[in-house]
Every structure is written in structure tokens, then in C-alpha cells.
């Protein structure tokens, strides 16, 4: 399942997400031409990636800040983008631009500090946006938990588009990054679920003073859970290819 959109429009231009989304893919474009010289890329790697090792050892916290704007390719750089671009306008529509580019900031590196803390001694790099990311996702779920979120479902040759409640869809998310953390081995590489898991409790908890703020309990009262604003309409599109029925 992987999101398309939300019918959560914002309220203001989102200058931050639309800085952040550039700043990533200049930054992906400046080193993608070294990707396939492991001497080079490993060195950039080393000096720009965090390696909790070297964090444990006192050394290169500046990491915590330049790996959020590292990528491993064009798919882990096109499926981090798309999600902040879907959850991140609203966010900083509710902040404000100056407090957003903070929330993601700490987020982020709330998310690489608990990597750290779960793999100490790992000297395997961690590159990407998707903790900071997560943590975007993790306010989103507090502040519009049945914002409707446009899903693309590809099941072999079916495809087909279905709307559901963020908090489906989030907490989904969430579960799967929660089991991965369980089972992953994060010596041996891969994907950083305990960074995902914690991005997006960091995340939750650093909006809860702005959810009080907006009223708390009586917010979800008067919304619903829904946005505080009218909904965006789109048409649903439906898979052209045809069903086959059961006989």
C-alpha cells in the first residue's frame, strides 16, 4: 500500500516542505554520480552518515543533522519525499515555518539518537530523511487522526485507489516498523525500523503541547478527528483492468 495524497489541505504555502524537498534532491544529485565507486561513496558515507559506533565514542554528532539529507538511491529519496509531501504541509500549516523546520530537525535527531542507543556498537552507516519523516507522521496522527489519506493498493496486476482514515493507514505503518524492530538485525544492515519507530513517537510527543494548545480532547470533539478545515474532493480512480468473477 503506499499513500498518494491526503484531502487535508493547507491552509498557507508550505515554503519549509518545499525547501526540504529541494535541499534533499540537490544533495542526492551532487553525489549520485559516485554511487557505484564504493571507495568514494564509502567515505561519504563515513564523514556525512551516522555510524553509532563513532556517535559512542564521542565523535561526529554532526551526523545526526547531515545524514537526514543522505539517500541511498532514487527510490529511497522518491518514497521519503512523497511521504513528507503529503503529511508535512499540514504540520507546518499548524506550526508555522520557522517552529516545522525545528519540530523536523529534532525529530530527526531524536530518531538518530534512539538508533544509536539500540545499535551502540554498529558500524554500518544510516543515511535518510525517513526518521525526521516519521516524525511528521507521528504529529499528523495526533493533531487529524481521520484525515483521509488516498491509498494506491498493487496487488500483482490489480491496482486500485481506496481512501481510509490516517490513523489506518499511520497506524499500520507504525505496527510494521514496530515488528521489524523486533526482528531486525541492525549490524547486518538494512532498514533502520528502530529509528522509524522512535522518529514517529518523538515526533507524537513533541506535538502533543501544540494539540493541547489547539484544545486537546475538546479539538478532537469539535474535528472529529477530522481536519479543522473543509476536506479536498477527488475522484477516485478505478482499476481499468477487468474483474474476473468466481464461478
Not at 538511491?73 to 499540514?90: E, K, P, Q, R, S
Amino acid at each position: 500500500m503506499l499513500p498518494i495524497r491526503d484531502h487535508n489541505p493547507s491552509g498557507r504555502t508550505p515554503y519549509v516542505v518545499y525547501a526540504l524537498i529541494a535541499a534533499n534532491i540537490l544533495i542526492f544529485l551532487s553525489y549520485v554520480g559516485i554511487m557505484n565507486d564504493a571507495p568514494l561513496i564509502n567515505r561519504l558515507y563515513f564523514d556525512y552518515a551516522i555510524i553509532p559506533a563513532r556517535i559512542s565514542d564521542g565523535l561526529a554528532f554532526e551526523t545526526f543533522v547531515t545524514s537526514m539529507f543522505l539517500h541511498g538511491g532514487w527510490m529511497h529519496l522518491a518514497g521519503n519525499m512523497l511521504f513528507l509531501w503529503i503529511f508535512g504541509d499540514n504540520l507546518e500549516d499548524e506550526m508555522g515555518h520557522v517552529l516545522f523546520l525545528v519540530f523536523y530537525l529534532v525529530a530527526g535527531i531524536g530518531a538518530g539518537l534512539i538508533h544509536v542507543i539500540t545499535a551502540p556498537e554498529s558500524l554500518v552507516p544510516t543515511i535518510g530523511a525517513s526518521g525526521a519523516i516519521a516524525g511528521v507522521m507521528g504529529g499528523y496522527l495526533l493533531l487529524f487522526p481521520k484525515a483521509r489519506v488516498d491509498i494506491l493498493l498493487i496487488l500483482i496486476v490489480y491496482f486500485r485507489v481506496f481512501t481510509i482514515p490516517a490513523f489506518v493507514m499511520l497506524g499500520v505503518w507504525l505496527g510494521m516498523q514496530f515488528l521489524g524492530s523486533l526482528s531486525s538485525n541492525l549490524d547486518e544492515g538494512g532498514v533502520a525500523y528502530w529509528a522509524h519507530t522512535g522518529g514517529f513517537i518523538v515526533g507524537l510527543i513533541l506535538c502533543v503541547p501544540l494539540w493541547l494548545k489547539r484544545g486537546g480532547m475538546e479539538l478532537w470533539n469539535q474535528t472529529h478527528g477530522h481536519p479543522p478545515h473543509p476536506e479536498a474532493k477527488y475522484p477516485l480512480s478505478r482499476s481499468r483492468i477487468p474483474k474476473i468473477p468466481r464461478k
